[in-house]
């Protein structure tokens, strides 16, 4: 196309660039974290202190799930002491505060073989992304491009086949034998101000918990 210039990227190592450090990735993501590819997350902490256990590089997190990055950063080639830091950084937070989902990432420019080796051995027990981080230079300027590519993305384990669970059905008058009248009318309260958002919900009476339904499917993004 006539008009159209091609630029030349060259690809860099950050680690070797004395120009670069952590810090300067740092930045990078915080002053705008969707460069990462996980979405419009903001910014919760940085440097976040963990006794005994060195600092957090960033937390970031999803504005309408809630749900919590645990994020490590590395120049370089991922190693083990990383690869630990970063689950024990996860853990420590979801302990800390349980009431989020979260979910460990770890971004480097070189993910290695091993540790898909040594991420495997979790089974899918441990939430975490990892992000291959590339470096460029750009012609005739002293700028650095980057780019991130999830190459690892969190694994979900569900229930499939035979092993799924089966929810019976039950009724109203089920729920106020099996708590109380008060404890039923308190997720009538419940539901009512979920209606004020969406009026489709309704409840639903299933012999483990209280579900919703939306237009009548199961739509449990909270239970009772």
Not at 6 to 11: A, E, F, G, P
Not at 21 to 49: A, C, T, V
Not at 94 to 107: L, M
Request: hydrophobic share 35%; aromatic share 10%.
């Amino acid at each position: 196309m006539v008009g159209v210039r091609l630029i030349n990227l060259k690809k860099t190592s950050l680690k070797r660039n004395p120009r670069i450090n952590e810090k300067w990735i740092q930045e990078q993501i915080s002053s705008d974290p969707s460069i990462l590819g996980l979405g419009d997350l903001i910014l919760k902490d940085i440097e976040r202190n963990h006794r005994g256990a060195g600092r957090l590089d960033l937390l970031l997190q999803d504005p309408d799930s809630l749900k919590r990055y645990e994020v490590e950063i590395q120049l370089g080639k991922t190693d083990e002491s990383h690869i630990i830091r970063t689950i024990e950084y996860w853990d420590n937070e979801r302990k800390k505060y349980p009431q989020y989902d979260h979910c460990a990432v770890i971004i480097a420019e070189d993910i290695t073989s091993r540790f898909f080796n040594v991420i495997q051995l979790f089974n899918g027990n441990i939430p975490i992304i990892a992000i291959q981080m590339n470096a460029y230079e750009v012609e005739n300027t002293a700028g650095i491009a980057l780019t991130f590519t999830k190459i690892l993305d969190e694994f979900e384990l569900d229930l499939i086949d035979e092993d799924e669970e089966v929810t019976e059905v039950v009724d109203r008058y089920y729920w106020e034998n099996k708590g109380s009248k008060e404890t039923v009318e308190l997720a009538d309260r419940l539901l009512h101000l979920i209606k004020e958002i969406d009026p489709t919900f309704e409840l639903k009476y299933n012999k483990y918990y209280i579900g919703l339904t939306k237009n009548g499917l199961a739509d449990n993004f909270c239970k009772f």
